[in-house]
């Protein structure tokens, strides 16, 4: 029986969910295939059957497992004949250091410079019930959130200096190939890309020089879901 | 020839330098000894045979390796018959993330507070040449960079929120047992132990368990350094 994924669905089927994007990368870091099972932001109720009510879910037959570390985890567990989402023991927790890092770290920082652009991604119903979540998580309106993003964007620049310190040496931050803890990061920078115009890095950042490659990555699978630019240009 | 490791040295031979510290974990961890070269911080001179005037250096016959990150993968090649320092490739690439996180990220939080208690174990020379050195590096007087600091470091209470997260799951940031990314970060607790009266955590905090695991590795070596509050109880 194939698994299948469960993850937020905006209109024409944006797959915006930073923390999918996690599970669909160590999916395919694993060469597993999973079908998609689009949920709604505001229909939480689809997610009843997990016994919680966030994405993403991964069912693998009678098996139900939320949450994007507890997913690569099992992955792990259960398909140890296929590449190593993790690398030994030591790197396995370093990985749940590194994705602690970006959840708690690097995403309060950019999430509220974007969530105006999430929302206008999102179908009328959808978008009034981010809305409600963003400004009652942070405190202020989506516009006050966004306000004077232009300089308050170096705040997450700065906050990214240990990535960026590796990645001046090493092409992924998991060393020589990519692993978990690259995909925990880039998770936010292909959420930017999908919701925003919004440019999180500045010209010449070597952070610019591996979300390219992370892009590249399993024949380009973040890379052919279409940024919002291309999207506009196509429009 | 017995490796020698040059490291600053206070008053009444406290050795304070939390770069330093990385590197005698690093060498316990190897199960290697080196001899102590005491520095003064207001007499850098005194490594100019390494070409540049930071502590740690540590000499290995012939060799001469100055940085605490150098040192760490120096040891780790050349005595690769001892206990790993690192784990896998992998690891030690995440290491170096951890090790980045805690320079960039960790110590500029919590080392302004604390200045001011640094100066204080040093003697006169030297006291005035650090105090130059932070008061140029943090553009204020040490005073003022530790006025009102039982407010203040919550800030740094919150930055170690993701090694806080990892060390309610597993008793070491490395997970099982200790390497180097739990040293990298032991060294600045070592060092505000060593330096200061002031506590950084709250009570109960998890990462005061791990702390306390810290100084008790290889017979209780950094234990072994009697800290501030305990010499103040000497007196």
Known sequence: MSMVLYELVGR??????????????ALAHKGLDASFCPVAVSDKA???FSGQDKVPVLVDGARVVPDSWAIATYLEE???????LFGDATAR???AFAAQWVDRQVVPVLVPLLAIDVVACLDAADAAHLRGQFERAFGATLEELAADRERRIKSFRRTIAPARAVLRATPFLSGARPAYADYAL???FQWARLVSPF???EDG??????REAMLDLFDGLARSHPSWRERAEAD
Chains 1, 2 share one sequence.
Request: glycine share 6%; charged share 20%; no cysteine.
């Open 46 to 48: 689809a997610l009843a």
């Open 93 to 95: 927790a370093l990985a």
């Open 205 to 210: 950042d070597p952070v610019g020089v591996w």
């Open 78 to 84: 259960h398909y140890p004949d296929r590449p190593s």
């Open 186 to 188: 880039f998770s936010i």
């Open 12 to 25: 024409d089927g944006l797959r915006y969910s930073q923390f999918s994007w996690r599970s669909r990368l």
């Open 199 to 201: 440019e999180p890095l």
